[in-house]
């Protein structure tokens, strides 16, 4: 059963933030804390950026997925710059900085920051509607491609994006927080998706 899909709004901004955390592994909540300072709640913190109007972890760049009155799963993206931005500041924590030169190598594609299923509704299809909408809004914002970063130890999403027709674009090493202990690589897909 293809679950309902709307605009997020502020009001999903807790729930939003704990997904958005999922789909980083957790880099999020590590950036969050850092941001937030000693004894803050990290995630209120978070739930507080995400409900700003502004931002690229801004609610307006989010739909979720619903099943019944439940937040099932969640998307977040928007088009790159075309042409890129300048390079990434030398102030960029060390763990952002491969993602953003994966990010530069696809200017102009409608890029998926984060999507995320609520463990109770895995294997349901979320993931899969999902991914169709950010195809769809690639579509409408005259991309040409959709483009997401993704870690190459998790399977079941390489999984679902190769089964959906994403190919690899392009690879960085994953920088290692005390928090976040994962090696590896980020490896960048893309999809063609217009003319």
Not at 3 to 15: C, N, T
Not at 27 to 36: D, F, K, S, V
Not at 47 to 72: K, M, P
Not at 115 to 133: D, N, P
Request: proline share 9%; charged share 20%.
């Amino acid at each position: 059963m293809t679950p309902d899909i709307r605009k997020a709004q502020p009001g999903d901004a807790s729930e939003l933030a704990v997904l958005m955390n999922i789909a980083g592994d957790g880099i999020p909540a590590c950036l969050w804390e850092q941001m937030a300072g000693p004894g803050a709640d990290v995630m209120a913190f978070a739930a507080g950026r995400v409900a700003r109007s502004e931002g690229n972890f801004s609610y307006t760049n989010a739909h979720v997925a619903l099943r019944g009155n439940s937040i099932a799963g969640m998307l977040l993206g928007y088009r790159l710059p075309d042409p890129p931005g300048a390079s990434p500041p030398d102030d960029v924590p060390p763990v952002v900085r491969p993602l953003l030169e994966l990010e530069a190598m696809v200017p102009g594609s409608w890029y998926v920051n984060a999507v995320a299923t609520v463990a109770a509704f895995r294997g349901q299809g979320v993931g899969r509607s999902l991914m169709e909408l950010a195809e769809r809004l690639a579509v409408a914002s005259n991309a040409r491609a959709v483009s997401l970063i993704v870690g190459d130890g998790n399977e079941g999403a390489l999984r679902l994006y190769a089964r959906l027709g994403y190919q690899p674009a392009g690879r960085r090493p994953i920088v290692a927080l005390p928090r976040f202990p994962h090696a590896g690589e980020w490896i960048l897909m893309r999809k063609d998706v217009g003319p």
